[in-house]
């Protein structure tokens, strides 16, 4: 089934923040990327745990249509922690600054940079499947002849049941 399919704009759309974790994981190293992998695995799991309470809270201050509602307080629960963990990043940052790790902090910021990067790759694309299904943008061919759509989002999937349940 593998030889069948082929690279097209959603792979290409998949592979460029995963590609682009990897210049970010090299570039700031293994130490700080840490920091930002664990703000990512807590923002998806704060976010699924808690996004339906975010919805009510910010159903009473902002008018957001019924459709939509959940995923924006997805986002905005997300976004919220990742903010928060990303300054106390930057605090851990400064407070290890004095420690050289050189080549292996690089080398394995870069492994820690395309996990980061995956992560945040399936979360949108749990987002966008979910929104595919109800008003169906995506042609069933173009996610047929992907190969990195249904990894990630079946990936994305699983970890949505585990944490859901």
Known sequence: MI???TVNYIDVIILLPLVYGAYKGFTLGLIVEMSTL???VLGVFISLRYAVNV???LKDFVALPESYAYYIAFAVTFLLVIIVM??????????IDMVSL???NKLFGIVLGVLKAAIV???VLFIVNAL???YDFISAKTKGDSLLYKPFVNFANGVYESVIK
């Open 3 to 5: 030889n069948n399919l």
């Open 38 to 40: 664990f703000a990512l």
């Open 55 to 57: 919805e009510g809270f």
């Open 86 to 95: 990303h300054l106390l990043g930057k605090l851990l940052t400064k407070l």
């Open 102 to 104: 050189g080549l292996f």
């Open 121 to 123: 790759v399936c979360v």
């Open 132 to 134: 595919d299904v109800r």
